[in-house]
């Protein structure tokens, strides 16, 4: 300490004047790079999510909505109808009838149904619907076809707890 002493007390009063002044400054600018900025930057950071949550939040009340208002593509029969027959006339009225190949009964619960060229979102939105009934996706096999958007698709479906 008394090094530090001596060599402080050999500079000139205006010598000591600058050399406060830039320790003063090199202290602040450490204090803006070191704990400032990464403040700051972590705010902004934050009040992005904050706008992007409540515009997702927007959209997702939007979706909920058109989703209620929206008809739904199942279709809720008689009870004395077979299940290869509900699904059958469910495909159908869901505009699925020309990639329709087949329809298959495997047991008295369950179907086995193959479509080829069909539009994978269609399928998807009507297999949904069926659920929504409780007709539940036992097996699902999909392959892409030639054109975009469309694909070779194999379910088989069945009536209660999905497996």
């Known amino acids: ?17 600058i050399l406060r002044v830039g320790a003063l400054l090199a202290l602040l600018i450490f204090g803006y790079g070191l704990l400032w900025l990464p403040l700051s930057r972590a705010r902004d950071g ?13 959209w997702m009340r939007q979706v909920k909505a058109s989703a ?8 809720v029969p008689p009870n004395d109808e077979s299940l290869l027959s509900r699904l059958d006339r469910g495909a159908r009225a869901a505009g699925l009838a020309g990639a329709l ?8 619960g369950e179907v086995r149904m193959r479509f080829q060229q069909v539009d994978f979102d269609a399928v998807m939105r009507w297999l949904q619907a069926q659920s929504d009934v409780g007709i539940h996706v036992r097996e699902l096999s999909v392959q ?20």
């Open 1 to 17: 300490m008394a090094r530090w002493n001596d060599w402080w007390q050999a500079r000139a009063e205006r010598e000591r004047w």
């Open 68 to 75: 209620l208002d929206s008809p739904s593509t199942g279709f």
């Open 144 to 163: 892409r076809a030639e054109s975009e958007g469309r694909s070779d698709l194999r379910v088989a479906l069945g009536e209660g707890a999905s497996n």
């Open 101 to 108: 190949l087949a329809v298959e009964p495997v047991t008295d």
């Open 46 to 58: 934050l009040r992005q999510q904050v706008v992007q949550g409540e515009r997702d939040l927007v």
